[in-house]
């Protein structure tokens, strides 16, 4: 069974930048639907990146436009975003999460996912 590992979490403060990481095993993510997800105390799980099998244009929500950008490494099997310029309101536990082949940007940070990783907090504070 497929898993995804997110690291790369942590404190941060305001301004500052954090590269997160997201290991899969147990399948390869090639042509896979990628995105991230972020969720904040108090409020649903939000598609903030998402990226198609076949890399076409990438989708960010506004919020994180400009700042944020997801990537991936087929030879690594993993994926990426990096964040800069944190703010405080970018405070939350980040999800990776992958789509089968043919899933569209727009219905994986819908959250149709396939699988999901198991959160790495992100803390931005003075």
């Known amino acids: 069974q497929g898993q995804l590992v997110e690291s790369g979490g942590g404190l941060v403060h305001p301004g500052g930048s954090l590269k997160l990481s997201c290991a899969a095993s147990?399948?390869?993510?090639?042509?896979?639907?990628i995105g991230w997800f972020r969720q904040s105390p108090g409020k649903e799980r939000e598609g903030i990146s998402c990226?198609?099998?076949?890399?076409?244009?990438?989708y960010y929500v506004d919020s994180v436009k400009g700042r944020f950008t997801i990537s991936r490494d087929n030879a690594k099997n993993a994926i990426y975003l990096q964040m800069n310029s944190l703010k405080p309101e970018d405070t939350a536990v980040y999800y990776c999460?992958?789509?089968?082949?043919?899933?569209?940007?727009?219905?994986?940070?819908?959250?149709?996912?396939?699988?999901w990783g198991q959160g790495t907090q992100v803390t931005v504070s003075s």
């Open positions: 999460a992958a789509s089968l082949p043919g899933t569209s940007v727009q219905s994986i940070c819908a959250r149709l996912v396939d699988v």
């Open positions: 147990g399948f390869t993510l090639n042509d896979y639907a």
């Open positions: 990226l198609g099998g076949s890399d076409e244009s990438a």
